[in-house]
């Protein structure tokens, strides 16, 4: 996982010019995907025509770094022209690529921030255009692309609030879940091992003492551990004081402990058996109630709720990292930063059996991919030609969630609910036809 971004932040607004939108597409197409990111191919598929005369919104999965190229060219394929709300930073990273991405009709957003700029654009892209806001709710990539992670409930948020004020005007507005896939089109096992023996010297996990070749999930569990153990003790907290008998508890226990501490320090000490609420949108924070109890103790915990916890941490860290009025705070919450930067990487390993249940090239190199980047801390590039698959799923009218009884939050909680399992449902879809070398099982070649 990539190190969070705390720099000064700077909006850009959509600035969209169909000329060079048209060319960067092209671009895109015929040279960003297959030299850049090692995409040879975009196939698309979908279970309905999209509602191309209404308002709508697509929701992406956010699995891998290439996913808004992805798409980006699968938008270009069913003829619909996306307006992206992307991170900041990303327009940070090159004055080129940010102008070009404001062409294109991208805006910023600060995700960790009260972002009033962000919210009134996407909202005036939800009730006065006719190109698609476009999100990835996850927020972040995880290179985990069989499985959706807990989304963000800002999109679900400003689509119902848009959804609100187009009931005025007696128009609907859909939601559209969208899955992406990427699969490896050749045999990389190859190559894949050496990289998991690179990997297993630099963290030292290598097991002098044993003549069997462990296979590679076994190799990577084991590096994971050792990884992990010596980030902790690092930070003076040594697992082995505790009787940890798995990985999963073993990452419960250094998530947690990581987080408390963390919580303590920036003043977000929980009370014991309440949870902390959901992820909010800048303009949530009036509407939004006290969630139904949850313990959420460190030796308790569970994916959904580790990510939510870390989420607060970070808005913490976020304002005083950004604030220029608090430059005297800024060494403190760099050390802040990397400690929520280490809850957030274990946090993402939370599905210790994602290799074992199904045991894929494509999720083994995803692991391996995910290990380099976490050791290494940098992107690690593709390691050989893939295909993307993209199916967007059944549109959802919004209109059914704001009849009746239901509270405004609780509609935002099961739209959110509904939009990550159709995410996911279309990961399934993907995953059941897909026929390329990376869906084949390591040990069946």
Not at 17 to 45: D, F, G, S
Not at 208 to 220: C, I, N, Q, V, W
Not at 428 to 438: F, H, T, Y
Request: charged share 30%; aromatic share 6%; hydrophobic share 40%.
């Amino acid at each position: 996982m990539l190190d969070f971004s705390d720099q000064p932040y700077q909006w850009f607004p959509p600035r969209r010019n169909a000329l060079v939108a048209h060319i960067a597409r092209c671009y895109n197409r015929w040279r960003q995907l297959p030299a850049a990111k090692r995409i040879a191919e975009v196939r698309v598929t979908r279970a309905a025509d999209l509602p191309r005369r209404s308002r709508m919104m697509l929701v992406f999965n956010h699995s891998t770094h290439a996913d808004a190229s992805i798409a980006l060219e699968a938008t270009r394929q069913v003829g619909v022209f996306p307006i992206f709300m992307a991170a900041y930073d990303v327009f940070l990273r090159s004055r080129l690529d940010a102008w070009i991405m404001q062409r294109l009709g991208a805006f910023s957003v600060d995700r960790e921030g009260a972002d009033s700029r962000a919210m009134k654009q996407a909202a005036e892209t939800l009730l006065h255009s006719r190109h698609p806001l476009t999100i990835f709710p996850e927020g972040n990539v995880y290179l985990q692309n069989d499985h959706v992670t807990p989304f963000h409930d800002g999109a679900a948020f400003m689509a119902l609030r848009a959804q609100k004020e187009l009931l005025e005007r007696d128009e609907p507005l859909f939601a559209v879940p969208a899955a992406i896939k990427a699969t490896y089109l050749h045999d990389i096992r190859t190559d894949l091992v050496r990289r998991i023996e690179e990997l297993a010297a630099t963290v030292e996990s290598t097991d002098h003492g044993s003549d069997k070749t462990p296979t590679p999930r076994e190799a990577l569990r084991r590096i994971g551990i050792v990884a992990l153990r010596r980030n902790l003790k690092l930070r003076g907290i040594d697992p082995r004081e505790r009787e940890i008998d798995s990985l999963r508890e073993l990452i419960d226990y250094a998530a947690g402990t990581v987080l408390s501490g963390l919580e303590k320090k920036l003043g977000l000490a929980r009370d014991q058996g309440t949870e902390a609420p959901r992820d909010q949108g800048p303009e949530q924070a009036s509407e939004a109630k006290p969630s139904a109890p949850r313990c959420l103790d460190a030796s308790v915990p569970s994916s959904t709720s580790l990510i939510e916890r870390l989420r607060q941490c970070r808005r913490k860290i976020h304002e005083v990292r950004t604030d220029p009025q608090r430059v005297a705070d800024h060494a403190a919450a760099g050390t802040w930063n990397d400690e929520a930067m280490l809850a957030f990487r274990i946090i993402s390993y939370y599905n210790t059996d994602y290799i074992a249940e199904k045991p894929t090239l494509d999720r083994i190199a995803e692991t391996v991919e995910k290990l380099t980047e976490d050791v290494h801390r940098r992107e690690t590039a593709p390691f050989a030609d893939r295909r993307a698959l993209v199916h967007f799923g059944e549109p959802i009218d919004l209109r059914a969630y704001l009849a009746g009884d239901l509270k405004l939050r609780a509609a935002v909680r099961k739209l959110t609910a509904d939009l990550e399992n159709g995410v996911q449902v279309g990961l399934d879809l993907l995953s059941a036809a897909n026929d390329a070398p990376g869906a084949k099982l390591w040990a069946s070649w």
